[in-house]
């Protein structure tokens, strides 16, 4: 029974150590938009990778979730995110496949998070502590994510964003 217990495991973890390897994604930073009255940032972005069916296409599984995140904390050559405590974040929508330029196209609606690794909360930053952390960066290292249940996650390459894009956003909706 212990051989048999044993024959199973090695073969499980073998498994999961064969995982097909996906290639990051480049993705391309279009334009950015406020979304009034929820105090959010609509980002669009470009793929050549069709990445809301990329487990799909190169797995035959489906994606479980995907989003965006561009953090306050990083570095544009960021390679993890562990750790960060101020970001930015949403889900991911496709506007167009492939679009204009052929391009497969993409939005977001990204709300500010502060987490607060000690206690595990997060917060909700208003606009006047945004700008302070905004101002202090020249870009903000993005990137899209997605997961499976059994592959993991996955990342895109990072994109640096200008912060100067959001400090407009969040000028442009105290002048209403």
């Not at 050559?77 to 204009?100: A, K, Q």
């Not at 964003?161 to 400090?167: G, K, L, Q, W």
């Amino acid at each position: 029974m212990r051989k048999l217990i044993g024959i199973c495991l090695v073969v499980l973890c073998s498994a999961c150590a064969k995982r097909p390897v996906l290639a990051p994604s480049d993705i391309e930073y279009l334009s950015m938009t406020d979304v009034p009255g929820y105090g959010q940032f609509e980002v669009r972005f470009s793929s050549d990778t069709d990445l809301m069916r990329m487990f799909q296409s190169n797995l035959g599984k489906d994606q479980a979730s995907d989003g965006f995140t561009c953090y306050l904390d990083a570095r544009i050559n960021l390679s993890e995110r562990h750790g960060e405590s101020n970001y930015l974040i949403g889900t991911v929508e496709e506007l167009d496949r492939p679009g204009s330029r052929g391009k497969y196209q993409y939005f977001t609606r990204l709300i500010a998070v502060y987490t607060d690794h000690e206690y595990g909360s997060n917060t909700f930053p208003n606009a006047q502590e945004l700008l302070v952390l905004l101002k202090a960066r020249n870009a903000l290292a993005c990137r899209f994510h997605a997961s499976d249940y059994f592959y993991g996650p996955y990342e895109s390459n990072p994109i640096g964003i200008p912060s100067s894009e959001f400090v407009r956003v969040i000028e442009q909706r105290g002048n209403r």
